[in-house]
């Protein structure tokens, strides 16, 4: 497999879902399974350490790029399939213009929700076992998963069709199966010392925040406990989220703090206090103030604009 030269391996941080792709919809949005052409919505580059709601299958027909999945380093320059846990950390750095494939996203709702899906997704592990994520692909094999994700882009696009839906997850299921009898898993390139102090770092970062409620609010938010948890000195760790993602310790705390804080202001009917207490603000103004000062509105006025 080609690989990037170690300067290379550089990852540019995108927080928001706009960002990752050129389309107007995000995680508040009525939807349960989406389906996209890469190409005009490709994104260029980002890194996603944040909670998603949903499993992710990126498909690559054109295009080369830099792809990592967890500890894990992929030079993307073939078709290639990739599954994505919603649990795990993922980057992507595009190298080329060029792009095409298709990527699908869908809820875990709609995975717990339908047995026969979660049937799949638990016995062939292709989301949840490392070794299986990632699919290499002959120029047949483009051939039958290209009409397979044709036949869900086409349902994606039928809205007012009442089985569109069904006749996603249906060839979603295909899809999975199709992809598991290539068994041309691609192996990883290998990671610097850097980069597993970065993952770990988003990982912890992820494990304090992911249960955030009121009666079990998160533990850590400083720079320095964060590097006492890692047993590295702050100051390097800074120092190669810097260089990794452009943000400091710091920031990338707060850039999660405001967004949980967002998710639970539009998704629960806790009261402003409580919200801020679950991120870590004993006092209701304290985190009134951070809130605005972060991005413009109060939390009382960022819910009520978001409600409606």
């Known amino acids: 497999m080609s690989k990037l030269q170690p300067e290379s391996k550089t990852i540019d ?44 299958v990126m498909y690559f027909t054109k295009g080369i790029g830099m792809f990592s999945l967890g500890l894990n380093n992929f030079y993307i320059d073939q ?16 190298l080329t213009y060029e ?37 290499r692909l002959s120029d047949l094999d483009v051939q039958e998963l290209d009409g397979i994700f044709k036949r869900m882009y086409d349902a994606d696009t039928k809205a007012s069709d009442a089985f569109a839906e069904d006749t996603i997850v249906a060839n979603l299921q ?33 494990k304090e925040t992911s249960t955030i409620n009121y009666t079990s609010p998160i533990q850590i938010k400083t720079a320095q406990e964060f590097a006492d948890k890692l047993s590295i000195h702050p100051n390097h760790l800074n120092a190669l989220l810097k260089k ?26 806790w ?23 972060n991005t413009g509105y109060t939390p009382a006025d960022f819910r009520k604009n978001n409600l409606i």
Request: proline share 5%; hydrophobic share 40%.
């Open 271 to 293: 009261t402003v206090q409580n919200v801020g207490f679950a991120v870590g603000f004993a006092e209701q103004p304290n985190f009134s103030q951070f809130f605005k000062k």
């Open 79 to 94: 078709p290639t399939i990739v599954f994505v846990h919603p649990n795990e950390i993922i980057s992507w750095k595009r």
């Open 99 to 135: 792009a095409d494939g298709y990527i699908c996203f869908f809820k875990k709702n709609l995975a717990e929700e339908n047995p026969a899906l979660k049937f799949v997704i638990d016995k062939y592990k292709l989301f949840s076992d490392p070794d299986r994520s990632v699919v």
């Open 244 to 269: 990794h993602t452009g943000q400091n310790v710091s920031s990338l705390i707060k850039s999660r703090l405001i967004e949980e804080s967002k998710v639970l202001l539009i998704q629960t009917d």
């Open 13 to 56: 941080l995108h927080q928001n879902i706009p960002d990752l792709l050129n389309v107007t919809w995000d995680r508040f949005d009525n939807w349960s399974i989406r389906v996209l052409r890469r190409n005009p919505d490709t994104c260029t580059s980002y890194i996603s350490p944040n909670r998603r709601e949903f499993y992710k």
């Open 174 to 206: 295909l899809l999975m199966i199709a992809s598991l009898k290539k068994a041309a898993y691609v192996q990883p390139d290998t990671i610097t010392d850097e980069f597993k102090h970065v993952h770990d770092f988003f990982q912890l970062l992820e």
